[in-house]
Every structure is written in C-alpha cells, then in structure tokens.
C-alpha cells in the first residue's frame, strides 16, 4: 500500500531564506508523486508533479522536488521564501490501480517578514 | 474553460439529519472525486465516479453514498451525520478514471452540531 509521511507538522522561515518541507514516501512500485498547496478559504492547487520522468521536477512560483528513490523522498524546496508562500504544503502519492489520491496530514509553512 | 465549482459553501446540519452536496466538474472532464478533510488533516479519499458508475471507494461507511450524472456533475450524499462528519468536503475532476491529474474545487464546509 501506498503512503507518504510528511516529517514536520509546522516550518517557519523568514522572506528570503530557503524553504524545505519534507516527505517520504513508502510505495511497492514506482510511484507519482506530487505537492499541493492549500492556501486559507482556497481549493488545493497543484504545485508540482513526479511521473518518473526526471527526477528534479520543477514547479510554480518557483518550487521544485527531488525525487530520490534510494532515501524514499520527495522533497520540496524553494530558493527564497515570499509572503505569499504562507500556507498549508501536502504531499501526495497516487494510488493507480483505484486513481485516488494519498495526502500526507501536511506541512504548515509560516513566513516571517 | 470553466474550474470545478461546489455548492453550497457553508452547511450546518444537525447530528442524524442528511445532506447533500454539489460538485460540477472541470469542461472536458469525466471523473469526479471526493475527499473529506477533517480539521487539521490532509484530505481522505471518499469514493470516485466514471461516466456515473463508482470507480473506487475509501474507508468510509456505505451512508456516504454518491451520484454522477450524464453531464459528469456529481453529489456527495451522507445520511444520519455524526458529529465526526464535521470537516471540509473537496471534489476534484479529471479527464479519466486513472488521472492523476485532479483539478480541486473550493469546497464545503459542513459543520454538524
């Protein structure tokens, strides 16, 4: 069965510094992996995906994962933090053989001026 | 092109009552998913449905029950609501039945007292 584990419930950063919100995940084959970010009162909105195609996957505004099979991981960083990057981060798997989706509990970044 | 829209926004119900929520899914779209998202969780997998038949189900009791129509729209229906049943309930649509690519609307807020 297919799971992620999102390792920090809260980050706190300031604008600027580098942003790592990390997740590993545990899949008995190869899996497709994403971020969603959820930001207050909004829908959840696809930040990046992994198909096994490259491995550093690059998304919106600036964010990109690694996927890293040998650590189990897919973590999500960004150079530098705005404002705006303020809200809640999941981790996703997909569960192919139903194509339903497997969120983490999620990861809350806080961004301090 | 349209995004996924659900309906209503907000609900209040009283514990054993039943509800009924809407999702119209994203132009071109076939499948439509639903997630509920208690406090402070990721959101969990409901049940899927593909041109109006149930294409998957999550762990949840057969009184979540759904519906999907000939123009892909969907409803989630939840007969004697618990307290439990309090959360946010997200639909997402996507072009097939095996898609990762899910497209989330705003979502309801039901809250049961």
């Known amino acids: 069965a297919q799971s992620v584990t999102q390792l920090d419930s809260h980050v706190s950063v300031s604008e600027g510094t580098p942003v790592l919100l990390r997740c590993n995940y545990s899949?008995?084959?190869?899996?497709?992996l994403f971020w969603y970010v959820q930001h207050p009162n909004k829908g959840l909105q696809l930040l990046l995906k992994y198909t096994s195609a490259a491995t550093l996957v690059k998304g919106i505004n600036g964010f990109e994962a690694e996927f890293k099979k040998s650590e189990t991981s897919f973590h999500l960083t960004k150079p530098s933090a705005h404002m705006s990057d303020a809200a809640e981060y999941f981790c996703?798997?997909?569960?192919?053989?139903?194509?339903?989706?497997?969120f983490g509990k999620g990861t809350k970044l806080s961004v301090k001026p | 092109e349209t995004g996924v829209t659900q309906s209503p926004t907000h609900l209040i119900k009283t514990r054993g009552q039943q509800v009924t929520l809407r999702c119209s899914s994203q132009?071109?779209?076939?499948?439509v998913s639903w997630y509920q998202q208690a406090l402070g969780q990721g959101p969990q997998f409901i049940f899927q449905y593909y041109r109006e038949e149930e294409n998957g189900r999550g762990n949840f009791p057969p009184r979540f029950s759904g519906l999907q129509f000939p123009n892909y729209s969907s409803e989630l229906n939840v007969n004697a609501l618990e307290l439990d049943d309090s959360a946010l309930y997200l639909c997402?649509?996507?072009?097939?039945?095996?898609?990762?690519?899910?497209?989330f609307g705003p979502g309801t807020r039901l809250t049961v007292t």
């Open positions: 899949s008995s084959y190869s899996p497709s």
């Open positions: 996703v798997v997909s569960q192919a053989s139903q194509g339903n989706l497997i």
């Open positions: 997402a649509s996507s072009p097939g039945a095996y898609s990762y690519e899910q497209y």
């Open positions: 132009s071109g779209h076939n499948t």
